[in-house]
């Protein structure tokens, strides 16, 4: 059974940082690569930050030096840091496996703004 929760968003002033959480359940995290999507309003959903089973990082270049992902095994829980957040970052998050499966979790809103 696939779930997904992610946990975490708020709304932040430009500059300021958050941690997302997603707990993931073992059938997706024991197996897959796992990701944070966004998606902003009018918007397609787009991947953000990625981690292999190894712990190998990737991300989109808009994010790159401002978030990290990193996952606990132990856990089963994937996290992105968010730090110096601008005004564009604002979206609903999500996590799944990449390439994503097709069901979704209920997302965590971020709002950056002043």
């Known amino acids: 059974q696939v779930q997904l929760a992610e946990s975490g968003g708020g709304l932040v002033q430009p500059g300021g940082s958050l941690r997302l959480s997603c707990a993931a359940s073992a059938s997706i995290f024991r197996i897959y690569n796992m990701a944070w999507y966004r998606q902003a309003p009018g918007k397609q959903r787009e991947l953000v930050a990625g981690?292999?089973?190894?712990?190998?990082?990737n991300y989109a270049d808009s994010v790159k030096g401002r978030f990290t992902i990193s996952r606990d095994s132990a856990k089963m829980t994937v996290y992105l840091q968010m730090n110096s957040l601008k005004p564009e970052d604002t979206a609903v998050y999500y996590c799944?496996?990449?390439?994503?499966?097709?069901?979704w979790g209920q997302g965590t809103q971020v709002t950056v703004s002043s």
């Open positions: 799944n496996r990449d390439p994503p499966h097709q069901r």
């Open positions: 981690i292999t089973l190894v712990g190998r990082p």
